[in-house]
């Protein structure tokens, strides 16, 4: 397999890897033929996947025009993936120019792409990070540089809480993340769940053990179990719903029905 230019010579270009199955799903181009075959095999027992993954993204694109229009000019978002049309800084740098964002992905590719995606861009970064090391993020020197944590920030945790295993207790995380931040900050969350798919849990069930195979466990909550994330936010309007019901900007009539797969969310920290 030859290895594109983009991809770090550090990494196994034979092992999938969620970040790029997640760039194949939106239409990218940074992914391999071994990512390409684990994302099939998914959509074998899930074909709405792409649609799911657009709904992700659209709302994350809403949310972000929300915090802009709250004043928030600071952007966190970690667990940020391969950088595609409309991501956090350009969508922000719209609506609030002169906005900050700071990516964080393990990924090695993701954080590759970032980085040649921001060259020169002033306004944001990228740190090669893990959300369940949040103090070894806050520390980065490209946080203390582009953030500041006295003021208001979104943190931006979308897609990635259903790669933590309970074991990890990925609660933990998001209340010390949230812990620095200050009052009036946002926090933006998606995440997979059974509820709302258009299919038996059996059959949803076969996605899932794809990931699992690939050892990128997909751990799907019940919309309680997501709330918790949520502990200490006063919720902005209309709550945890399903994707396109946050603040949709059209009718949504014809939206497929698997972008109502999964619950996305905003708070506020008082």
Not at 4 to 18: G, Q
Not at 96 to 117: F, K, L, M, T
Not at 123 to 140: S, T
Not at 205 to 217: C, H, K, L, S
């Amino acid at each position: 397999m030859e290895r594109p230019a983009w991809a770090p010579r550090s990494i196994d270009i034979s092992v999938p890897s969620v970040s790029r199955i997640y760039d194949f799903y939106l239409g990218g181009s940074h992914n391999f033929e071994v990512d390409r075959e684990a994302a099939r095999r998914a959509m074998e027992f899930m074909p709405g996947l792409p649609k799911i993954m657009q709904a992700n993204r659209a709302f994350m694109r809403r949310a972000v025009r929300f915090a802009a229009d709250e004043g928030i000019d600071q952007f966190l978002d970690i667990g940020s993936g391969i950088p595609t049309f409309g991501s956090v800084h350009e969508v922000a740098g719209r609506s609030c120019p002169g906005a900050r964002v700071v990516y964080v992905d393990h990924d090695p590719v993701a954080v590759a792409h970032s980085e040649a995606v921001l060259a020169g861009n002033d306004d944001a970064d990228v740190v090669a990070g893990d959300l369940l090391k949040p103090r070894e993020i806050l520390a980065a020197p490209q946080v203390r540089r582009l953030i500041d944590l006295n003021r208001p920030v979104a943190l931006l945790l979308v897609a990635i809480l259903h790669f933590v295993e309970d074991a990890d207790d990925p609660y933990a995380a998001v209340a010390e993340l949230s812990d620095a931040l200050a009052p009036g900050s946002l926090l933006v969350l998606t995440h997979a769940s059974y509820e709302g798919i258009p299919l038996p849990a059996e059959r949803a069930e076969g996605a899932v053990d794809v990931y699992n195979n690939i050892r990128n466990p997909l751990i799907m909550r019940s919309r309680e179990e997501i709330a918790r994330f949520f502990e200490g936010y006063d919720m902005v309007e209309p709550g945890l719903v399903p994707m396109p019901r946050w603040r949709p900007e059209g009718p949504l009539e014809d939206d497929d029905p698997y972008a109502y797969s999964g619950f996305a969310g905003v708070g506020r920290t008082a």
